[in-house]
């Protein structure tokens, strides 16, 4: 008896291989389930091929083909075309909007008035770093005055600085698409 407890995982494994090989055994010997196909009634046979045969011809017709007909071979799509080339510069337009409230003329005029003066200074030749007139040139569209090679570099390394470019870079840079 002592024996019998001190060898119970043993014994469990060895009652667990005994139970799985009478299973197997058991559904061998069941009749109707998993029978060799000698033992079939032979009208049941006949029966499930003439089943079998009317749903493949359906799926056939669904699929457009006739049994025993080969299937058409499938043509190759068209080569996708190139995409146009990218637009290197955007042109404004100068477009006369509809009679509108005195508010809104105003503000087109302004508006109007601010991209002549953008023109004549983009066509203005580009004036040298030290002279007076970059500064206040800079100012009159609205930018800021440009820094010095030190100050940007020293503006770099600030961690917040850094993190400014990165996201400057992020938005005015190239579309991700296009990198």
Same mark, same amino acid.
Do not use: Y
């Given at each position: 008896?002592?024996? =019998?407890? &001190?060898?119970?995982?043993?014994?469990?494994?060895?009652? /667990? #291989?005994?139970?799985?090989?009478?299973?197997?055994?058991? =559904?061998?010997?069941?009749?109707?389930?998993?029978?060799?196909?000698?033992?079939?009634?032979?009208?049941?046979?006949?029966?499930?091929?003439?089943?079998?045969? &009317?749903?493949?011809?359906?799926?056939?017709?669904?699929?457009?083909?006739?049994?025993?007909?080969?299937?058409?071979? &499938?043509?190759?799509?068209?080569?996708?075309?190139?995409?146009?080339? =990218? =637009?290197?510069?955007?042109?404004?337009?100068?477009?006369?909007?509809?009679?509108? *409230?005195?508010?809104?003329?105003?503000?087109?005029?302004?508006?109007? /008035?601010?991209?002549?003066?953008?023109?004549?200074?983009?066509?203005?030749?580009?004036?040298?770093?030290?002279?007076?007139?970059? *500064?206040? /040139?800079?100012?009159?569209?609205?930018?800021? #005055?440009?820094? #010095?090679?030190?100050? $940007?570099?020293?503006?770099?390394?600030?961690?917040?600085?850094?993190?400014? /470019?990165?996201?400057?870079?992020?938005? $005015?840079?190239?579309?991700?698409?296009?990198?």
């Amino acid at each position: 008896m002592d024996w =019998i407890l &001190e060898h119970l995982q043993v014994l469990i494994v060895i009652a /667990a #291989a005994v139970f799985a090989i009478l299973q197997k055994f058991k =559904i061998v010997r069941t009749p109707g389930t998993n029978a060799p196909a000698a033992e079939e009634d032979p009208e049941q046979a006949e029966r499930t091929r003439r089943v079998q045969e &009317e749903i493949r011809r359906r799926i056939l017709e669904r699929r457009g083909t006739a049994p025993g007909v080969p299937p058409e071979p &499938e043509v190759e799509a068209a080569p996708i075309p190139a995409p146009p080339p =990218i =637009i290197e510069a955007v042109r404004p337009m100068v477009v006369a909007p509809p009679e509108a *409230p005195a508010e809104e003329q105003r503000e087109w005029e302004r508006q109007q /008035a601010l991209l002549q003066r953008l023109q004549e200074l983009e066509a203005a030749p580009p004036a040298r770093p030290g002279s007076e007139s970059t *500064p206040a /040139a800079a100012t009159a569209v609205g930018m800021a #005055a440009p820094t #010095a090679a030190g100050s $940007l570099i020293a503006d770099l390394r600030n961690p917040a600085g850094l993190r400014r /470019a990165v996201v400057l870079r992020e938005i $005015l840079g190239p579309p991700v698409g296009l990198r």
